[in-house]
Structure formats: C-alpha cells, structure tokens
C-alpha cells in the first residue's frame, strides 16, 4: 500500500509562487501514474498535471498551461508542481494521487486514482 503526503501550500498575492511536493511511500511500479488534482468547494476535483513514468508522459491542464510545470523524481518517489504566476482562481485544495498500471489513455477522472493525499490548500488573494 502506498501513502502519499503533500507539502508546501500557502497563501500568496496573484502573480506569486508556490512550491508543491508530493511524496509517495511504498512501493512504486514500473507503471504507475502520479497526479495533482485541486478542488475548490462547489466544484468538482480536477486533474491539473500528471505524470506516467514507464514512459515519462507528463500531462497539463489547459488553465494552468504555460504557468504550472511538473518535476517527477522517481528516485525519491516525488511529484513536484511549481505554480508560476497564480491567480485567485487557482486557489483551492490541491491533493496528490496515484494510480498503477497501464491505461489506454491518460487518466483524467479522479476516479481513476486509487490512492490519495491529505491535500495541502492553496489560496491567491488579489
């Protein structure tokens, strides 16, 4: 069974920059995808960004295209996502999950994801 634990949340004025890891603990397959989803209340959880290491795939959301990057360290069994330039919008509950085995597409849905971390809350003021 594999734990996930998220860090580096905040608050910060728009235009501003957070850092967020997400470490998974126990044993990671040769298939297995990492993701970031957020939720804001009232809303639906949505993927922000992914990343597939049997073949490095990475996936971003088109809302945060061009400010969010991914940075997997599968050695240390770690997702970072640095968010650039965030707005009010971005902010919310940002959660890590994870999900093994091959998929016929990228996985999108949160239903997809079989493990999940406590979440660390991200908040932009304007």
């Known amino acids: 069974q594999v734990h996930l634990v998220e860090s580096g949340g905040g608050s910060v004025q728009s235009g501003g920059s957070l850092r967020l890891t997400c470490v998974a603990s126990?044993?990671?397959?040769?298939?297995?995808?990492m993701a970031w989803f957020r939720q804001t209340p009232g809303k639906e959880r949505e993927m922000v960004a992914n990343?597939?290491?049997?073949?490095?795939?990475?996936y971003i959301a088109k809302a945060v295209e061009g400010r969010f990057t991914i940075s997997p360290d599968m050695t240390r069994n770690t997702l970072s996502l640095q968010m650039n330039d965030l707005k009010p919008e971005d902010t919310g509950m940002y959660y890590c999950?994870?999900?093994?085995?091959?998929?016929?597409?990228?996985?999108?849905?949160?239903?997809?994801?079989?493990?999940w971390g406590q979440g660390t809350q991200v908040t932009v003021s304007s």
């Open positions: 999950a994870i999900r093994f085995g091959a998929a016929y597409r990228t996985p999108l849905s949160p239903s997809e994801y079989t493990s």
């Open positions: 126990g044993a990671i397959e040769d298939r297995t995808w």
């Open positions: 990343y597939y290491n049997y073949n490095r795939e990475t």
